[in-house]
């Protein structure tokens, strides 16, 4: 199976049929000016990291930036995004002087979230206080940021396996959010046990 992804300026193209890849390649290079830049390190902000096994992708320098960014480069790892006993409410402490500080945290966290899916209910969550955004909030965020340190470079491993099942998994909390007894919800779903969709809400 090959695959090709194209964008205005550059594209991408994976298979395991070498001999159809190099026919394709052939075909592009005949049709549109080109040039072949090597083996895939980095795409659209996401570093790749092949091997014969598969490959990974991760956004280890965006995740580092982050960090840097909230000076949290030296900060001390934790082993979960959130705390399990700590529920988030609306008025969790003093409201934050600089709201806006609170948002670009959430927003490149959640553009995180392409890379690491695990952190996406935590995302969710903190998204719900970007208007009325208190202290509580912000230390929820920087335990997010604490995790995220522990391993700044794990992201999504795609492996070629022996088989191709498609399988999905969904679960709820029914009612567990405190201020308004909404559930949360949340699902992925893997094709050869590989991730390729998930969603929390």
Same mark, same amino acid.
């Given at each position: ?15 395991? =049929?070498?001999?159809?890849? &190099? ?34 992708? +991760? ?5 580092? =930036?982050?960090?840097?960014? &909230? ?7 934790? =082993? ?10 609306? !008025?969790?402490? =003093? ?11 959430? !927003? ?66 029914? &009612? ?6 909404? +559930? ?8 050869g046990g590989n991730l390729? +969709?998930?969603? +929390?809400?």
């Open positions: 199976m090959n695959t090709l992804i194209a964008l205005k300026h550059a594209w991408l193209q994976r298979g395991n =049929d070498d001999q159809g890849v &190099a026919q394709l390649k052939e075909y592009l290079f005949s049709k549109f000016q080109t040039k072949d830049l090597g083996k895939l390190k980095y795409f659209l902000g996401i570093e790749v990291a092949q091997s014969r096994n598969g490959i990974v992708l +991760s956004r280890r320098k965006y995740a580092l =930036d982050i960090l840097q960014e &909230a000076d949290m480069l030296d900060c001390r790892p934790v =082993d979960t995004p959130m705390d399990p006993n700590v529920k988030l409410v609306s !008025e969790q402490g =003093d409201l934050l002087p600089n709201k806006e500080r609170y948002r670009r945290l959430i !927003e490149k966290l959640n553009y995180l979230t392409i890379t690491r899916p695990y952190i996406s209910f935590a995302v969710s969550v903190l998204s719900q206080f970007l208007v009325k955004s208190c202290d509580g909030h912000w230390d929820a965020a920087i335990r997010v940021l604490r995790y995220i340190k522990k391993t700044p470079g794990q992201g999504l491993l795609f492996e070629d396996r022996e088989h191709h099942d498609i399988v999905g998994y969904c679960d709820a909390d029914w &009612a567990g959010c405190p201020m308004d007894r909404r +559930s949360t919800f949340g699902y992925c779903i893997l094709i390729i +969709s998930w969603k +929390s809400n």
